[in-house]
């Protein structure tokens, strides 16, 4: 039954789109701001999206920062790009994956939320929020 | 008379990725897939190390391949480092 699916993967390989306005929204919100806290260095995510690679080094590879930057914003920008769209191609579909994992640890991340207590205890609308990135992820998780 | 050869071994780095509450397991078993191309097998048994254990190494070797498997996980959203091992 695919009645409930959020994203159905279809036989000729693209990725089906099921989100209601509802859903879109809030899929522009998180993509938005991915791509909004890659270039602010005062956005909350943005420390989430620079942590280091090697904690035990002073300073990280630049060319290794650089990578990490460009790709996590072009992820986020082909996501944005694509959000009206009924079908995802493999790629469309691996950059909504990674824009929407990427969103929702730097939710928890800039809201302290790092232990299962404090989630669970976090505010409702605020836990309604993640929750809905994980259906998302979930959904997504079984077609890409 | 014997000649002594020293052989210098370089000691690998590991990449390990740390647990959160939040990421979904099967999200991390396709992140897996998708950058190393392991088992399905393999992917879970190293999600359920993370998730059991708070982290686990998920790939040792040259230093700068371990920096890229590194940037690859960070760009799909897990939180990853690198370390030199001992």
Known sequence: MAGNKLFIRRRDGRIEVRLNDAGRAVAREAFGHVVAAERDPDHEWHASLNAPIDPASDDDDVVSKLHRQNEISTNA??????????????????????????????????????????????????LGYIRTLQQFLFALAECV | MATETMVAIERPWSVVVWDDPVTPMSVVVVIFKKIFGYSNNKCTQLMLTVHHEGRAIVWSGQRERAESYCVKLQVAGLQSTIEHDQ
């Not at chain 1, 079908?87 to 990427?102: D, K, P």
Request: hydrophobic letters at 50%; proline letters at 2%.
């Open chain 1, 77 to 126: 920008e082909l996501a944005v790009m694509t959000l009206g769209e009924e079908f995802l191609n493999g790629a469309e579909a691996w950059a909504w994956l990674s824009t929407f994992q990427i969103a929702l640890r730097s939710t928890a991340i800039a809201n302290g939320l790092m232990t299962e207590e404090k989630l669970e205890t976090c505010q409702p609308e605020l």
